[in-house]
């Protein structure tokens, strides 16, 4: 009888073992993924390269060196006043430029969520020219994996 006992004891312990561990597993490969997509959103922000020309409305040229992909932008004429914080200024807190709307989520580089809701993509080829109206925002944006990450920004003056 005794023996028995322990044998269900150590079954119980196999079992519990094994749960643990699956369930770290599951966690450490999606913590690992998720941090490998953001190694792969900061390599390309890093890579990031914008001239602005002069005009009205004014050329904008943006290539990213570490990127081969179509790069995404998003551009929004805010209120002058809010020019200097651009970093967090959002679409929402503008008018934004275009008129085909995509519901998304756009991530920052360190994986925190930026923006949720509607806003007008526009795909560019690397090194063509974009023509931005004054006091705006471009956001410049990748898609990894179907989620939107700004590698990016530019203030237009």
Not at 60 to 82: A, K, M, W
Not at 128 to 154: C, H, L, T
């Amino acid at each position: 009888m005794e023996s028995i006992s322990s044998f269900i004891i150590v079954i119980a312990t196999v079992v519990v073992g094994i749960a643990v561990l699956s369930l770290f597993s599951a966690y450490a490969g999606i913590e690992f993924s998720q941090t490998t997509i953001l190694k792969e959103a900061q390599y390309y922000s890093e890579g990031l390269h914008v001239e602005l020309g002069e005009g009205n409305p004014i050329p904008v040229v943006i290539e990213d060196y570490n990127y081969n992909g179509t790069l995404l932008i998003t551009d929004f004429i805010v209120n002058p006043s809010l020019l200097n914080s651009a970093s967090v200024v959002t679409p929402s807190m503008g008018k934004e430029v275009g008129n085909n709307y995509t519901e998304v989520t756009v991530y920052t580089t360190q994986g925190n969520i930026l923006y949720q809701g509607e806003i007008p993509i526009q795909t560019i080829q690397q090194g063509s020219v974009y023509f931005a109206k004054p006091d705006s925002i471009i956001w410049i944006m990748v898609n990894i994996q179907g989620n939107y990450y700004r590698i990016g920004y530019e203030v237009v003056k």
